[in-house]
């Protein structure tokens, strides 16, 4: 487990296809979040993506998915992969292509998913400093990356489901079963 810079904040990221099956909640035990709360995954490609998730067939959806990487995270179904790696919550899995190219041509070349929840107690706000990092987590590996502003929160884009209208929200309105 590592963190490193992302779009506005550092990430705690893991590689889910690398961890024990049977420890699919180390993260949420580092931070201290809730085990229902559900984590985001960096991807570099859809190609990527499509491995643990089902991308939408419904062209006006599959639009929205292949307009290109921004800050926005889609909330996908779960294919039996993510399912088994414990990547995914109420059979959905959460991805965003990250817009910014060094981050999304690392993810490509890494060919897997990355964890990028924010680097943070949870309830607290992402730390922003390496020295900030090092305070509360002094043994984790750091990609320094400088100092990172913040910001809200990526919204969210529901393409689960074609039976009702696509949901913009964010991650406090998802449920937590």
């Known amino acids: ?3 490193f810079p992302v779009e506005y904040s550092y990430a705690l990221a893991e590689v ?3 961890r024990d099956p049977k420890d699919s909640h180390r993260i949420h035990r ?3 979040r809730p085990e229902t709360k559900p984590v985001l995954y960096l991807a570099g490609s859809l190609e990527i993506v499509s491995r643990f998730a089902f991308l939408p067939e419904e062209p006006s959806r599959r639009r929205i998915l292949e307009a290109g990487p921004r800050f926005l995270t889609f909330l996908l179904p779960a294919r039996p992969l993510a399912l088994a790696l414990g990547m995914a ?3 959905k899995v959460a991805f965003r292509i990250p817009p910014e190219i060094c981050l ?3 993810l490509v ?3 897997e998913p990355l964890s990028g929840t924010s680097l943070n107690l949870s309830g607290s706000p992402p730390l922003r400093t390496a020295g900030e990092i090092r305070e509360v987590f002094p043994d984790l590996a750091l990609v320094d990356g400088g100092f990172r502003p913040g910001a809200p929160v990526s919204p969210i884009l529901d393409l689960s489901t074609h039976d009702r209208p696509i949901r913009r929200r964010s991650w406090r309105s998802l449920p937590l079963r």
């Open 1 to 3: 487990m590592a963190g």
């Open 16 to 18: 889910p296809t690398a």
């Open 30 to 32: 580092l931070k201290g």
């Open 89 to 91: 919550k109420c059979g």
């Open 104 to 106: 999304r041509d690392f």
């Open 109 to 111: 070349y890494l060919g």
